[in-house]
């Protein structure tokens, strides 16, 4: 599984956009990005993924850099229940999958 | 719909004692796995089962015993507690699928808050 670099903390004034960056330059080709979020103790939960296309779903979008060696989380309308650490994972998942969790992004979002 | 449920939410031992955290799920999940979360850090896991019968290691995987015997069900023992092993510990499951496939996303229980005096 490739490393990924996030920064320790971020904050956002609630009804702005958040952008939360993620540097895994060691990716592979067949290296997917994942994001989850752990709101104050509960457990993580999924956001989204990608390949190397941008993704949006209900809760987010993913920007994927051509080269894959960063992405950026972006949740488009920042509420104070979006406060939570973003944690991004880089790897090869055909059985289930490991997670390898790093430090993760303690957002804040102020109002 | 339960999901991933894991008892006790609470639980405070004392060095040296044994319990089993139990983790159930109704998704018919193939994948199963269990992490510790300490204080200001990331989550590590533990030991995780690709089906019933399959187990293996995660990246900290001392002082912890797992088995799966059946689909839902994937209890973690600790034979002897340790204060090293205050922590508070998750249960995960996810279906098995090719790569990038949605039914790797993995789904967290609540959580057991473990205490070891």
């Known amino acids: 599984d490739a490393k990924t670099t996030q920064p320790p903390s971020m904050d956002c004034a609630e009804g702005r956009a958040a952008n939360l960056p993620c540097n895994h330059s060691?990716?592979?080709?067949?290296?997917?990005v994942y994001w989850y979020r752990q709101i104050h103790s509960q457990g993580p939960q999924y956001i989204i993924h990608g390949l190397k296309n941008n993704e949006t779903n209900e809760m987010a979008s993913l920007i994927i850099t051509e080269d894959r060696k960063s992405s950026t989380l972006i949740l488009p309308h920042a509420t104070l229940r979006d406060t939570a650490v973003y944690y991004c994972i880089a790897g090869f998942y055909n059985q289930g999958g490991k997670l390898i969790f790093g430090q993760g992004t303690e957002l804040s979002v102020k109002p | 719909n339960a999901g991933v449920t894991q008892t006790p939410k609470f639980q405070v031992l004392k060095t040296g004692q044994s319990m089993t955290l139990q983790c159930a799920q109704d998704?018919?999940?193939?994948?199963m796995s269990w992490y510790r979360q300490d204080p200001g850090m990331g989550l590590r896991l533990i030991h995780y089962s690709v089906g019933a019968g399959i187990t293996d290691q995660g990246e900290v995987p001392n002082g912890y015993n797992v088995s799966r015997s059946t689909t839902e069900d994937f209890p973690l023992r600790l034979l002897s507690a340790a204060p090293s092993q205050t922590s508070v510990y998750f249960c995960a499951s996810s279906r098995v699928g090719q790569p990038g496939s949605a039914k790797n996303i993995q789904y967290f229980g609540a959580g057991t808050r473990l205490s070891v005096l």
């Open positions: 998704m018919n999940h193939e994948y």
């Open positions: 060691t990716i592979s080709g067949n290296e997917y």
